[in-house]
């Protein structure tokens, strides 16, 4: 399984490092620098997305960069045939670029595949909204330093001392994600799994309480009722990126490549 990766950060090398153990290897590499449109082509991008070219098309492609990194390329990759991983599920929030991913997607007879991130109970979710979903909040709760360089800042000091949880953001799944890009990715998933955006109710606190970053799903429907919750560890190498959504990348290469998959 050739494998092709967007993004230098601590998803991607992970992911690079796991390749093998699943019967995979890295055969490209886009690395997105800079700000704006401004992209570093590590090996030849047009070659290797050309339809055709038997050596250099990867099988499959994982966008490790955020909403940016998917919203430069992967519309192109899409385009060329390629299947497409990602993480960044936030960025769908955006309503153009969801119908054109899922336009791109049509037009190559691909697929975008959508990452569980750093949440679980979302197979329960899935299953749910094929009946009747009365009700879904997700509620995100961590450490005030986990908070710094996004919205809650406008509304918290969060160089001060907590004495107790604060909620900085009540509103619904669309809005968290397009407010909070880089916090917001488990929010999106929870949306796109169960009630969507507008429908997915959303609570995020700063805890000073808290260890980790604590994820929690609540809904209710004809199906009955669920609660789950998950406290995430992050990766060693980056205290701002989950563990488990680093996993479920390699988990969604697991499955794309088995014969078997859930």
């Avoid at 909403?67 to 390329?73: D, K, M, N, T």
């Avoid at 670029?97 to 899922?102: P, V």
């Avoid at 918290?156 to 949880?165: G, H, T, V, W, Y």
């Avoid at 916090?183 to 606190?205: C, E, K, S, Y």
């Amino acid at each position: 399984m050739r494998v092709g990766l967007i993004g230098q950060g601590a998803i991607a090398h992970y992911v690079a490092q796991g390749l093998p153990a699943i019967g995979g290897r890295l055969e490209l590499v886009l690395i997105r620098q800079g700000r704006g449109d401004a992209a570093r082509i590590a090996t030849d991008a047009d070659v290797a997305l050309s339809k055709g070219i038997e050596g250099y098309s990867p099988d499959i492609m994982v966008d490790c960069a955020g909403h940016q990194g998917l919203a430069q390329h992967g519309t192109d990759i899409l385009r060329a045939g390629i299947p497409l991983v990602t993480v960044s599920l936030g960025a769908l929030a955006d309503r153009q670029l969801e119908a054109a991913l899922t336009q791109a997607a049509r037009d190559g007879g691909s697929r975008l595949v959508l990452c569980s991130g750093a949440l679980g109970g979302l197979d329960a979710l899935r299953a749910a909204r094929m009946g009747r979903l009365d009700s879904v909040t997700y509620t995100g709760r961590k450490p005030p330093a986990g908070w710094v360089g996004s919205r809650a800042e406008e509304v918290l000091d969060l160089s001060a001392p907590l004495s107790a949880p604060v909620t900085h953001f009540e509103g619904s799944a669309r809005q968290a994600a397009l407010g909070y890009p880089k916090n917001a990715n488990v929010a999106a998933a929870v949306a796109l799994a169960g009630a969507g955006f507008d429908q997915t109710r959303v609570r995020l606190i700063a805890d000073p309480a808290t260890q980790g970053n604590i994820h929690e799903i609540e809904a209710a429907g004809d199906f009955g009722t669920m609660r789950f919750s998950i406290t995430g560890q992050t990766l060693p190498d980056n205290p701002r990126t989950s563990a488990l959504a680093a996993m479920s990348v390699l988990s969604a290469l697991a499955d794309y490549r088995s014969p078997l998959s859930f």
